[in-house]
């Protein structure tokens, strides 16, 4: 087993909310939904973040459940009156345990990944995101420049200077040659 694996910062893999940052602890004791399939779905991936929220506690909890196996293998082989046996059956446990905790700290990587991959997805779809006063100012300088632009040909027609500007009075190229 890994040395990274055995000293791992369990408090560093932690729920996220849903403005994309890692939850405070406070956040952490919230309440459980039970049935999350008939709960009403949130828009952006808020289920699957939640999922992931409830898988990082989850593996927390056997982090601490291996870890604690591991080291009660570790004592039982310690001690100077074990038989074969029992020795035998101590290094399988310390064995299966670290492999467990490896598999966990491997799983809680990439938990993390995939969480800090969903921000930032969540994070370039809101920079992305055109909000309704954006769009009603855009239609505002476009209806602008639209008047503006009807306003000089309207003036440059009365003053008889657009007369072939105006539309429909141009001679239509004969198409057959």
Do not use: I, Q, S, V
């Given at each position: 087993m890994d040395a990274h694996e055995t000293d791992a910062e369990l408090a560093l893999f932690m729920p996220w909310g849903a403005d994309g940052r890692p939850a405070s602890r406070a956040l952490v004791d919230r309440d459980v939904l039970l049935e999350i399939k008939s709960a009403e779905a949130a828009a952006s991936g808020e289920d699957l973040r939640c999922v992931l929220n409830d898988?990082?506690?989850e593996l927390k909890a056997q982090f601490a459940t291996f870890k604690r196996l591991r080291l009660a293998?570790?004592?039982?082989?310690?001690?100077?009156g074990c038989d074969e046996a029992t020795a035998k059956l101590a290094k399988a446990d310390i064995k299966a345990a670290s492999e467990a905790i490896s598999q966990i700290v491997r799983t809680l990587e990439k938990v993390?990944?995939?969480q800090r991959s969903m921000a930032d997805a969540r994070a370039s779809a809101a920079d992305d995101a055109v909000t309704d006063a954006e769009i009603d100012a855009m239609c505002d300088v476009f209806a602008g420049l639209i008047e503006e632009r009807a306003r000089e040909l309207a003036r440059r027609y009365a003053d008889g200077n657009g007369a072939d500007d105006a539309p429909g009075s141009g001679e239509m190229p004969d198409p057959g040659g």
């Open positions: 898988l990082t506690a293998a570790e004592k039982t082989l310690d001690e100077a993390d990944n995939l």
